[in-house]
T-cell receptor, first 115, second 113 residues
Framework: AQSVAQPEDQVNVAEGNPLTVKCTYS??????LFWYVQYPNRGLQFLLK??????LVKGSYGFEAEFNKSQTSFHLKRPSALVSDSALYFC?????????????FGQGTTLQVKP | GAGVSQTPSNKVTEKGKYVELRCDPI?????LYWYRQSLGQGPEFLIY????????DSGLPNDRFFAVRPEGSVSTLKIQRTERGDSAVYLC???????????FGSGTRLTVV
Protein backbone atom coordinates (compact mmCIF):
# COMPACT_ATOMS: atom_id res chain seq x y z
CA ALA A 1 0.00 0.00 0.00
CA GLN A 2 1.16 3.50 -0.76
CA SER A 3 1.99 5.63 2.23
CA VAL A 4 3.82 8.72 3.41
CA ALA A 5 5.25 8.88 6.91
CA GLN A 6 6.46 11.74 9.03
CA PRO A 7 8.19 10.07 11.96
CA GLU A 8 8.24 13.13 14.23
CA ASP A 9 5.07 14.65 15.66
CA GLN A 10 7.00 17.75 16.72
CA VAL A 11 10.35 19.32 15.96
CA ASN A 12 11.82 22.03 18.18
CA VAL A 13 14.64 24.24 16.98
CA ALA A 14 16.19 27.52 18.07
CA GLU A 15 15.92 30.53 15.78
CA GLY A 16 18.90 30.76 13.48
CA ASN A 17 19.69 27.06 13.65
CA PRO A 18 19.17 24.73 10.69
CA LEU A 19 15.91 22.80 10.65
CA THR A 20 14.96 19.44 9.19
CA VAL A 21 11.49 17.93 9.01
CA LYS A 22 11.61 14.29 8.00
CA CYS A 23 9.48 12.43 5.47
CA THR A 24 9.67 8.93 4.05
CA TYR A 25 7.48 7.48 1.36
CA SER A 26 6.26 4.27 -0.16
CA UNK A 27 4.70 5.24 -3.47
CA UNK A 28 4.59 3.08 -6.56
CA UNK A 29 6.20 4.16 -9.81
CA UNK A 30 8.17 7.37 -9.95
CA UNK A 31 6.88 9.40 -7.04
CA UNK A 32 5.81 13.01 -7.14
CA LEU A 33 6.51 14.50 -3.71
CA PHE A 34 5.28 17.69 -2.11
CA TRP A 35 5.59 19.74 1.04
CA TYR A 36 2.77 21.91 2.35
CA VAL A 37 2.58 24.19 5.40
CA GLN A 38 -0.53 24.92 7.43
CA TYR A 39 -0.91 27.92 9.72
CA PRO A 40 -3.71 27.98 12.33
CA ASN A 41 -7.18 28.40 10.79
CA ARG A 42 -5.76 28.59 7.29
CA GLY A 43 -5.58 26.24 4.34
CA LEU A 44 -2.52 24.34 3.28
CA GLN A 45 0.07 26.38 1.41
CA PHE A 46 2.33 24.83 -1.19
CA LEU A 47 6.07 24.99 -0.40
CA LEU A 48 7.80 22.85 -3.00
CA LYS A 49 7.59 19.74 -5.15
CA UNK A 50 9.80 17.07 -6.64
CA UNK A 51 8.75 15.72 -10.01
CA UNK A 52 12.00 14.79 -11.69
CA UNK A 53 15.50 16.16 -12.18
CA UNK A 54 17.79 17.50 -9.48
CA UNK A 55 17.44 15.77 -6.15
CA LEU A 56 17.71 19.08 -4.28
CA VAL A 57 14.54 21.09 -4.75
CA LYS A 58 14.28 24.74 -3.78
CA GLY A 59 10.89 26.17 -2.90
CA SER A 60 9.05 29.04 -1.33
CA TYR A 61 10.29 31.08 1.66
CA GLY A 62 13.82 29.67 1.54
CA PHE A 63 12.83 26.06 2.10
CA GLU A 64 14.44 23.19 0.25
CA ALA A 65 14.05 19.43 0.21
CA GLU A 66 16.27 16.58 -0.83
CA PHE A 67 14.88 13.60 -2.71
CA ASN A 68 16.78 10.43 -1.78
CA LYS A 69 15.60 7.45 -3.78
CA SER A 70 17.74 4.85 -2.00
CA GLN A 71 16.41 5.93 1.39
CA THR A 72 12.92 6.74 0.04
CA SER A 73 13.07 10.05 1.85
CA PHE A 74 12.16 13.64 1.08
CA HIS A 75 13.26 15.69 4.10
CA LEU A 76 12.41 19.39 4.29
CA LYS A 77 15.24 21.69 5.26
CA ARG A 78 16.04 25.30 5.91
CA PRO A 79 19.55 26.54 6.74
CA SER A 80 18.41 29.12 9.31
CA ALA A 81 15.04 28.82 11.06
CA LEU A 82 12.79 31.80 11.77
CA VAL A 83 10.22 32.08 14.55
CA SER A 84 7.65 32.69 11.82
CA ASP A 85 8.38 29.21 10.42
CA SER A 86 6.48 27.74 13.38
CA ALA A 87 3.55 25.87 11.84
CA LEU A 88 2.28 22.43 10.88
CA TYR A 89 4.08 20.81 7.95
CA PHE A 90 2.76 18.07 5.73
CA CYS A 91 4.62 15.86 3.31
CA UNK A 92 2.56 14.30 0.50
CA UNK A 93 3.13 12.00 -2.43
CA UNK A 94 1.44 10.69 -5.51
CA UNK A 95 2.22 8.16 -8.17
CA UNK A 96 4.15 9.58 -11.11
CA UNK A 97 3.20 10.44 -14.65
CA UNK A 98 -0.35 9.55 -15.65
CA UNK A 99 -1.75 9.63 -12.17
CA UNK A 100 -4.79 11.62 -11.10
CA UNK A 101 -2.88 13.90 -8.76
CA UNK A 102 -4.48 12.24 -5.74
CA UNK A 103 -2.16 12.95 -2.82
CA UNK A 104 -1.36 10.73 0.11
CA PHE A 105 -0.45 12.88 3.10
CA GLY A 106 1.71 12.18 6.10
CA GLN A 107 0.26 12.84 9.52
CA GLY A 108 2.01 16.16 9.88
CA THR A 109 4.88 17.55 11.94
CA THR A 110 4.54 20.59 14.17
CA LEU A 111 7.59 22.80 13.90
CA GLN A 112 8.28 25.04 16.88
CA VAL A 113 11.02 27.65 16.43
CA LYS A 114 11.99 29.37 19.66
CA PRO A 115 13.63 32.80 19.83
CA GLY B 1 -11.12 34.75 -8.04
CA ALA B 2 -7.59 34.88 -6.77
CA GLY B 3 -7.80 31.73 -4.71
CA VAL B 4 -9.96 28.73 -3.91
CA SER B 5 -13.01 29.83 -1.97
CA GLN B 6 -14.96 27.54 0.34
CA THR B 7 -18.27 28.31 1.98
CA PRO B 8 -19.36 28.23 4.67
CA SER B 9 -16.18 28.47 6.72
CA ASN B 10 -17.95 26.85 9.64
CA LYS B 11 -21.03 24.64 9.76
CA VAL B 12 -22.69 23.16 12.82
CA THR B 13 -25.43 20.66 12.16
CA GLU B 14 -27.42 18.11 14.07
CA LYS B 15 -26.88 14.40 13.66
CA GLY B 16 -29.03 13.05 10.87
CA LYS B 17 -29.27 16.30 8.93
CA TYR B 18 -28.18 16.95 5.35
CA VAL B 19 -25.37 19.41 4.56
CA GLU B 20 -23.86 20.94 1.46
CA LEU B 21 -20.35 22.36 1.30
CA ARG B 22 -19.38 24.59 -1.60
CA CYS B 23 -16.08 25.08 -3.39
CA ASP B 24 -15.24 27.81 -5.92
CA PRO B 25 -11.97 26.85 -7.61
CA ILE B 26 -9.49 29.17 -9.26
CA UNK B 27 -10.86 30.25 -12.63
CA UNK B 28 -9.69 27.97 -15.42
CA UNK B 29 -8.53 25.13 -13.16
CA UNK B 30 -9.94 21.94 -14.61
CA UNK B 31 -8.89 19.64 -11.78
CA LEU B 32 -10.74 19.88 -8.46
CA TYR B 33 -10.21 17.80 -5.34
CA TRP B 34 -11.97 17.28 -2.02
CA TYR B 35 -10.10 16.15 1.07
CA ARG B 36 -11.15 15.60 4.67
CA GLN B 37 -8.88 16.48 7.58
CA SER B 38 -9.69 15.13 11.00
CA LEU B 39 -8.11 16.60 14.11
CA GLY B 40 -4.44 15.69 14.37
CA GLN B 41 -4.37 13.96 11.01
CA GLY B 42 -3.20 14.71 7.52
CA PRO B 43 -5.80 15.36 4.82
CA GLU B 44 -7.43 12.27 3.32
CA PHE B 45 -8.51 12.16 -0.30
CA LEU B 46 -12.22 12.00 -1.02
CA ILE B 47 -12.84 12.71 -4.71
CA TYR B 48 -11.23 14.19 -7.82
CA UNK B 49 -12.98 15.94 -10.71
CA UNK B 50 -11.50 16.56 -14.13
CA UNK B 51 -13.92 19.00 -15.69
CA UNK B 52 -17.47 17.98 -14.91
CA UNK B 53 -16.84 14.31 -14.28
CA UNK B 54 -15.67 12.54 -11.16
CA UNK B 55 -12.48 10.86 -12.36
CA UNK B 56 -11.72 9.21 -9.02
CA ASP B 57 -14.21 8.89 -6.16
CA SER B 58 -12.40 6.08 -4.39
CA GLY B 59 -11.99 8.11 -1.20
CA LEU B 60 -15.67 8.71 -0.48
CA PRO B 61 -16.23 6.78 2.76
CA ASN B 62 -19.77 5.56 2.01
CA ASP B 63 -22.88 6.33 0.00
CA ARG B 64 -23.89 9.16 2.32
CA PHE B 65 -21.22 11.26 0.64
CA PHE B 66 -21.72 12.64 -2.86
CA ALA B 67 -20.14 15.46 -4.86
CA VAL B 68 -21.04 17.24 -8.07
CA ARG B 69 -19.46 19.73 -10.41
CA PRO B 70 -22.15 20.27 -13.05
CA GLU B 71 -20.52 23.03 -15.08
CA GLY B 72 -16.90 22.18 -14.51
CA SER B 73 -16.32 25.03 -12.10
CA VAL B 74 -18.08 25.22 -8.71
CA SER B 75 -18.34 21.95 -6.82
CA THR B 76 -20.65 20.92 -4.00
CA LEU B 77 -19.92 18.15 -1.51
CA LYS B 78 -23.13 16.71 -0.11
CA ILE B 79 -23.42 14.66 3.04
CA GLN B 80 -26.68 12.91 3.92
CA ARG B 81 -27.75 11.71 7.37
CA THR B 82 -24.71 13.25 9.01
CA GLU B 83 -23.01 11.40 11.84
CA ARG B 84 -20.77 12.73 14.61
CA GLY B 85 -17.84 10.96 12.96
CA ASP B 86 -18.25 13.21 9.93
CA SER B 87 -16.98 16.14 11.98
CA ALA B 88 -13.80 17.37 10.32
CA VAL B 89 -12.39 20.12 8.14
CA TYR B 90 -13.32 19.58 4.51
CA LEU B 91 -10.71 20.97 2.14
CA CYS B 92 -11.10 21.75 -1.52
CA UNK B 93 -8.21 22.25 -3.93
CA UNK B 94 -7.88 23.04 -7.61
CA UNK B 95 -5.14 22.77 -10.20
CA UNK B 96 -4.53 23.40 -13.89
CA UNK B 97 -2.57 20.13 -14.05
CA UNK B 98 -2.94 17.37 -11.48
CA UNK B 99 0.73 16.42 -11.71
CA UNK B 100 2.02 19.73 -10.45
CA UNK B 101 0.42 20.25 -7.08
CA UNK B 102 -2.56 22.37 -6.29
CA UNK B 103 -3.96 25.34 -4.37
CA PHE B 104 -6.08 24.61 -1.32
CA GLY B 105 -8.97 26.61 0.04
CA SER B 106 -9.20 27.47 3.74
CA GLY B 107 -11.67 24.67 4.34
CA THR B 108 -15.09 24.22 5.89
CA ARG B 109 -15.10 23.10 9.50
CA LEU B 110 -18.08 20.77 9.90
CA THR B 111 -19.27 19.93 13.39
CA VAL B 112 -22.03 17.37 13.83
CA VAL B 113 -23.68 17.55 17.26
Amino acid sequence: AQSVAQPEDQVNVAEGNPLTVKCTYSVSGNPYLFWYVQYPNRGLQFLLKYITGDNLVKGSYGFEAEFNKSQTSFHLKRPSALVSDSALYFCAGSMGSGNTGKLIFGQGTTLQVKP
Amino acid sequence: GAGVSQTPSNKVTEKGKYVELRCDPISGHTALYWYRQSLGQGPEFLIYFQGTGAADDSGLPNDRFFAVRPEGSVSTLKIQRTERGDSAVYLCASSPDPNYGYTFGSGTRLTVV
